[in-house]
């Protein structure tokens, strides 16, 4: 059975930092890239971040560029993402996926359940 199971969401600060996990089971984690979205109520999906599957390549929306860091641990099937300098604005469910490096929802066939982070002012 596929699973993408992330964790680390909750509240924090103006300022703050958290670090996600998303962590991976069931398929060849080192074929696909993997990449991590957000939903606020009431606004449109957002792509974030994505890594590439084995050559470590990222991307970064610029919203989250210069605060947010994604790395991946293949030996562990992990992705992880580093939110430093966290705004309100940031609120939102955060979700990882795993498919083609892209920042298109359309372009992952995995995703996880979502953890939730709150940025409070």
């Known amino acids: 059975e596929v699973q993408l199971v992330e964790s680390g969401g909750g509240l924090v600060q103006a300022g703050g930092s958290l670090r996600l996990s998303c962590a991976a089971s069931?398929?060849?984690?080192?074929?696909?890239?993997i990449g991590w979205f957000r939903q606020a109520p009431g606004k449109e999906w957002e792509g974030l971040s994505c890594?590439?599957?084995?050559?470590?390549?990222?991307y970064y929306t610029d919203s989250v560029k210069g605060r947010f860091a994604i790395s991946r641990d293949n030996a562990r099937n992990t992705v992880y993402l580093q939110m430093n300098s966290l705004k309100p604005d940031d609120t939102a469910i955060y979700y990882c996926a795993a498919g083609l490096y892209s920042n298109s929802t359309n372009a992952y066939n995995y995703w996880g359940q979502g953890t939730q982070v709150t940025v409070s002012s």
């Open positions: 069931g398929f060849t984690f080192d074929d696909y890239a």
């Open positions: 890594i590439s599957s084995s050559d470590g390549i990222t």
